[in-house]
């Protein structure tokens, strides 16, 4: 069972994509985790120590990532922790990876505008296009915002998949 973990931090790189030959969209970046608290008895906030991760992420999660975080920014991560043990010659380390289901701006630290992306058959990403085939609505007026409408004019309820 995989470990899922949720972390708050800085993009410490700047994202690096690749598109594999057989089409598949991978960004990858540097993420540090910094622990704080406060310490009462000197009246401040004191840093403890950072953990640095290597964040993967895939397919259109990658591509919509790659476009999104810069580094410098404050984001959240979720995702599948692996940890790895590395021998190179003399030398050993451990890598802390976090395969990534989600990224996002931290709001905590400022503010973001979402735009929703549309996936094509190839994988790719294209910006929605206005559609005029539909015709402009028309503009509420105060007293039709107000009123509620009769049980034949409103609009069937959603089917939710759970």
Do not use: C
């Not at 800085?10 to 994509?17: A, S």
């Not at 540097?30 to 406060?38: E, G, L, V, Y």
């Amino acid at each position: 069972m995989p470990d899922i973990i949720t972390l708050t931090g800085l993009v410490g790189t700047t994202p690096r994509n690749i598109v594999t030959s057989e089409g598949l969209s991978i960004t990858s970046f540097r993420f540090a985790s910094t622990q704080r608290r406060f310490d009462r008895s000197q009246e401040r906030w004191i840093d403890g120590d950072t953990n640095w991760y290597t964040i993967t992420t895939f397919r259109q999660l990658a591509l919509n990532t790659h476009a999104s975080v810069k580094k410098g920014e404050r984001v959240i991560v979720t995702g599948r922790l692996r940890i790895r043990e590395w021998t190179d010659g003399d030398r050993t380390g451990t890598n802390v990876d976090i395969e990534a289901d989600a990224v996002g701006h931290d709001l905590g630290w400022g503010s973001t505008v979402f735009s929703r992306s549309i996936s094509t058959s190839a994988g790719a990403s294209a910006t929605p296009s206005a559609d005029t085939s539909q015709p402009e609505a028309a503009p509420v007026e105060a007293a039709e915002a107000d009123s509620t409408p009769a049980d034949d004019e409103k609009e069937p309820a959603l089917a939710l998949p759970f």
